[in-house]
């Protein structure tokens, strides 16, 4: 429903990635690395507590981690590929039989004789060029990478009667496998122990006043998560007080 929700709309759709599925995959990340493992479950009245079973849990690596959110993400990529299709079935509606090939043919004529296309023709246009010379391939290109225009390769698609199941297959391994396994991969390593120690080693160099601030969000974060610390980060305060040692 959420990634529905995210691509239906014509472009209007809710950012459910960044609302929802983001921060859980923020927050699963965030206690492994407190817990130091991944036997902690995600739901219920003990959701994301460490337990005391750390002994013979799983060690918090990036594919641990990656098994724990999977689903959702997956389950979150089928939906964004469900949302697209609407456009898809407005534009190959309101094209009679024929008219899509007829409209092409105009546009073309035109573009050759100089005319003036406005933005959606010249677009349209463009986009057709490619997926006609690309097709299942084009489309899940499209998909896979974070897109804004996808809903008018939606459009164009319907609009020039692509096949149903070239234009969904393509969507849906694009969006529901590529796009929101890439998305997923990121978000685990940016909230790694690894990138945010990282992160504030150059905040330190940089400007301990950054690093301090940095840290006192990421303790705050990870006190509205359930955890205690920010990785064990230390503020330039606390190195100033014991030294370069």
């Known amino acids: 429903m959420l990634g529905v929700l995210s691509s239906i709309g014509l472009g209007a759709g809710l950012h459910t990635f960044v609302l929802f599925l ?6 699963v990340t965030l206690t492994a690395y407190e817990c130091s493992h991944t036997a902690f479950p995600v739901r219920g009245p003990n959701a994301f507590q460490c337990g005391t079973s750390a002994a013979a849990a799983s060690p918090a690596t990036f594919s641990a981690i990656l098994s724990m959110v999977i689903f959702e993400s997956l389950c979150w990529g089928a ?7 609407p456009p898809y079935f407005i534009a190959r509606a309101a094209s009679a039989a024929g008219q ?6 105009r546009l073309r004529r ?3 004789g100089g005319g003036s ?3 959606k023709d010249r677009a349209l246009l463009s986009i057709y060029h490619l997926l006609r010379r690309f097709g299942f391939a084009g489309i899940l290109v499209f998909a896979a990478i974070p897109n804004p225009l996808f809903d008018l390769a939606g459009i164009t698609c319907g609009h020039f009667k692509v096949p149903f199941w070239t234009f969904f297959g393509a969507t849906f391994i694009g969006k529901s496998l590529v796009k929101s396994s890439i998305q997923t991969a990121v978000v685990i390593t940016a909230f790694s122990k690894e990138m945010i120690a990282m992160v504030l080693s150059f905040l330190g160099h940089v400007s301990p006043w950054a690093h301090d601030l940095a840290e006192h969000l990421l303790r705050q974060q990870a006190a509205a998560f359930g955890g205690s610390s920010a990785h064990g980060g230390t503020s330039s305060k606390e190195r100033a007080e014991h030294g370069p040692g």
């Open 117 to 119: 296309l406005s933005v």
């Open 22 to 27: 983001g921060p859980h995959i923020a927050r």
């Open 79 to 85: 939906g964004t590929a469900i949302g697209e299709l």
């Open 100 to 105: 899509g090939d007829i409209e092409y043919q």
């Open 110 to 112: 035109k573009a050759a």
